[in-house]
């Protein structure tokens, strides 16, 4: 079955990095386009970043862009994301999400969240002085 295992949340002061890493199994992680989404407190769910199947495109959201990467290692089935210049607003759950396609023509398609159709537990990032 599908798991997407998420890690590497914890406590940021801000400016601060972390880095998250999601471990895929049960399907050929490398056939697919990957998310990250955050879930701040008392908000809704919000997309941060896609990359392409083959991670030949990434994508990002204003609020991250130039502060986080995304990147993925088919060998490992691994997706990362490297967050650093960390902001307070930056504390949310992260969840990684599988998309059924390789490869969306535009972030549109990525920030739809009824594309996703698996999602890990969520790994808590707090980023406080």
Known sequence: QVQLVESGGGLAQPGGSLRLSC?????????????????????????????????????????????????????ENTLYLQMDSLKPEDTA?????????????????FQQLTVYDYWGQGTQVTVSS
């Not at 997309?47 to 088919?74: E, L, M």
């Not at 490869?103 to 398609?109: F, I, V």
Request: proline share 4%; glycine share 8%; charged share 15%.
């Open 23 to 75: 471990a895929a199994s049960g399907f050929t992680f490398s056939n697919f386009a990957m998310s990250w989404v955050r879930q701040p407190p008392g908000k809704g769910l919000e997309w941060v970043s896609a990359i392409y199947s083959d991670g030949s495109v990434t994508y990002y959201a204003d609020s991250v862009k130039g502060r986080f990467t995304i990147s993925r290692d088919n060998a």
């Open 93 to 109: 759950l992260y969840y990684c999400a599988k998309t059924p396609r390789a490869s969306y023509s535009s972030d549109y398609y």
